[in-house]
């Protein structure tokens, strides 16, 4: 994938999703299956992320003590 296609995998068409799904030996359905769980892991890590940020203590868990 693109540069672009990774920010806004949107934009990739159905002609250029054949594509990939040739090159690599996969099927249509795998290449929209891995782009929509592409989509949810990038939601995931801007939640992770913000809830980080809201916590002002990096990623260190309290429930350990500090250690990790």
Do not use: D, Y
């Not at 801007?46 to 990623?59: F, L």
């Amino acid at each position: 994938m693109t540069p672009a296609e990774r920010a806004n995998p949107q934009v990739i068409s159905g002609s250029r999703k054949k594509r990939i799904a040739r090159g690599s030996g996969r099927s249509v359905p795998e290449i929209n299956r891995l782009l929509k769980q592409f989509a949810q892991m990038k939601r995931m890590m801007k939640t992770v992320q913000a809830a980080q940020v809201g916590r002002k203590g990096g990623c260190v868990s309290r429930s350990w003590g500090g250690r990790l």
